[in-house]
């Protein structure tokens, strides 16, 4: 670099090589060695050898150079400082709203189930949510939860009942029996799906239901009455 300021302090230096010496004057360590660069060479030259009509113009010149490196790093400065509070007022904004999202986003559902059990001797009829109807047998037990009807329709049973399932094609009533779901849009039947016993019954009357393998959530009959 001391060959680019020699250059400037005779004056021939060119615009590229001004952009080159005004960026490592940025730096303070580089302006004590410019200093010591201008030194040497005034010595060296004289005073009556300033470039540019004497000694006036040439320091005249060399405020113009410093002030225009100064007014590029003021500018850099600014921007850099311009471009980190915005990204602090941004991470504060984001926060901010990080926190809202988290004090008012709404408390996730849980499960509340409903179960109805008909004791022994007796026949207990069950209205659903969505209006469909089920009589359990004697010992028998039906549950589902709270959001039958709006994003499920099903019910475990354990023993037997009567279902009479209000037609509803987009979401379809399922019977859980654990081994088989029953799988109904709108129709009547009967399921017998007793702990203790090693078969479940379905008998349609009206409609047609299909029968599911829970494990792997496919059809394995579909039934029509008949």
Same mark, same amino acid.
């Given at each position: 670099?001391?060959?680019?300021a020699?250059?400037?302090?005779?004056?021939?230096?060119?615009?590229?090589?001004?952009?080159e010496?005004?960026?490592?004057?940025?730096?303070?360590?580089?302006?004590?060695?410019? @200093?010591r660069?201008?030194?040497?060479?005034?010595?060296?030259?004289g005073?009556?050898?300033?470039? #540019?009509? #004497?000694?006036?113009?040439?320091?005249?010149?060399?405020?113009?150079?410093?002030?225009?490196?100064?007014?590029?790093?003021?500018?850099?400065?600014?921007?850099?400082n311009?471009?980190?509070?915005?990204?602090?007022?941004?991470?504060?904004?984001?926060?901010?709203?990080?926190?809202l999202?988290?004090?008012?986003?709404?408390?996730?559902?849980?499960?509340?189930?409903?179960?109805?059990?008909?004791?022994?001797?007796?026949?207990?009829?069950?209205?659903?949510?969505?209006?469909?109807q089920?009589?359990?047998?004697? #010992?028998?037990?039906?549950?589902?939860?709270?959001?039958? @009807?709006?994003?499920?329709?099903?019910?475990?049973?354990? #023993?037997?009942?009567?279902?009479?399932?209000v037609?509803?094609? @987009?979401?379809?009533?399922?019977?859980?029996?654990?081994?088989?779901?029953?799988?109904?849009? @709108?129709?009547?039947?009967?399921?017998?799906?007793?702990?203790?016993?090693?078969?479940?019954?379905?008998?349609?009357?009206?409609g047609?239901?299909?029968?599911?393998?829970?494990?792997?959530?496919?059809?394995?009959y579909?039934?029509?009455?008949?």
């Amino acid at each position: 670099m001391q060959r680019i300021a020699i250059k400037y302090f005779e004056g021939r230096a060119t615009d590229a090589e001004l952009g080159e010496l005004l960026g490592w004057l940025r730096r303070d360590e580089n302006r004590l060695a410019f @200093g010591r660069y201008r030194s040497a060479w005034e010595k060296s030259v004289g005073k009556d050898q300033f470039p #540019g009509g #004497g000694e006036e113009s040439w320091h005249q010149l060399q405020s113009l150079l410093w002030q225009k490196g100064y007014n590029k790093w003021q500018r850099t400065i600014r921007f850099y400082n311009i471009t980190k509070y915005a990204a602090i007022i941004f991470f504060v904004l984001s926060l901010g709203s990080l926190v809202l999202y988290i004090v008012n986003r709404p408390a996730p559902v849980q499960d509340i189930y409903t179960s109805v059990m008909a004791e022994n001797g007796q026949i207990s009829k069950v209205k659903l949510p969505d209006g469909s109807q089920v009589w359990l047998n004697s #010992g028998s037990e039906i549950s589902y939860n709270n959001l039958f @009807g709006s994003s499920n329709r099903q019910v475990t049973l354990t #023993g037997e009942a009567y279902f009479d399932v209000v037609t509803n094609k @987009g979401i379809p009533l399922i019977v859980d029996c654990d081994q088989l779901h029953v799988k109904v849009y @709108g129709t009547k039947f009967n399921v017998n799906a007793y702990s203790r016993e090693e078969k479940i019954d379905v008998v349609l009357e009206e409609g047609k239901v299909d029968l599911v393998n829970p494990l792997l959530n496919s059809s394995i009959y579909n039934i029509k009455p008949g």
